[in-house]
């Protein structure tokens, strides 16, 4: 029936270590949708911050240097890429350092504003629909979204998650650094981490990867089958 499989646009929130990208990637690959990862083109635009000497610890400073990077992102769920200035950056914007200093740098109004309307242009060019991942999509970036979901996982189930994906890292030390970063991305003026009123609440934490995957295509062939 034509009808379920109509172009549909899904925005995917929640805070690190519920299960977004993976979910995200999954569902967009099994249903044939594109993918964003906007968390990526924050890490890249602070990667590229720390690479080009600005002082990440000055929001004025941030502030002149944003519109300087040119950041493309590849919607393929099965490869996912991202590029600054030409340069592969899938690798080193997830490093440690720019792990640390990503909630300064995407907290600056003008970085947001820039890499908002970036999202939104990406989203509007996915004739056939999207999937797009990260922590104010149904809120600020797209808000007509058709389906909105908002992940959540206990701090004790996303810090066990993170310490699965990075070798050595300390379970206590994870876990302090996620609230940290809950409360920074949650606290910021411009566009924080929020749930959508009309968002589906879906809470992984007793869940494995492929049941929240199923849940999601479950919702998402739901909306495609109303439109």
């Keep these: 029936m034509e009808t379920a499989r109509s172009s549909v646009i899904v925005a995917i929130d929640g805070p690190s270590g519920t299960g977004k990208s993976s979910t995200s990637k999954a569902v967009a690959a099994k249903l044939g949708l594109s993918y964003l ?28 240097a944003a519109a300087k990077p040119v950041i493309v992102s590849g919607t393929d769920p099965a490869a996912p890429t991202i590029t600054v200035d030409g340069e592969d950056a899938s690798g080193p914007i997830r490093t440690q350092e720019v792990t640390s200093k990503v909630s300064a740098v995407s907290a600056v109004p003008e970085v947001r504003t820039l890499i908002t309307e ?7 060019a996915a004739t056939g629909g999207i999937v797009v991942e990260g922590r104010d999509i149904g809120t600020t970036v797209l808000p007509d979204a058709d389906l909105k979901i908002f992940l959540t996982a206990s701090p004790e189930a996303r810090a066990a998650r993170r310490s699965g994906e990075v070798k050595g890292s300390d379970l206590t030390a994870t876990r302090e650094a996620l609230i940290k970063r809950d409360a920074a991305d949650s606290g910021r003026k411009t566009s924080p981490l929020a749930k959508a009123d009309d968002a589906v609440e879906v809470d992984t934490t007793e869940l494995t990867l492929q049941q929240v995957i199923e849940c999601v295509v479950t919702l998402v062939e739901g909306k495609r089958v109303a439109a």
């Design 37 to 64: 990862d906007t968390g990526a083109q924050y890490r890249a635009i602070t990667w590229w911050m720390l690479s080009n000497g600005i002082d990440v610890g000055n929001p004025a400073e941030i502030a002149t």
């Design 118 to 124: 970036l999202q939104r242009s990406i989203a509007a």
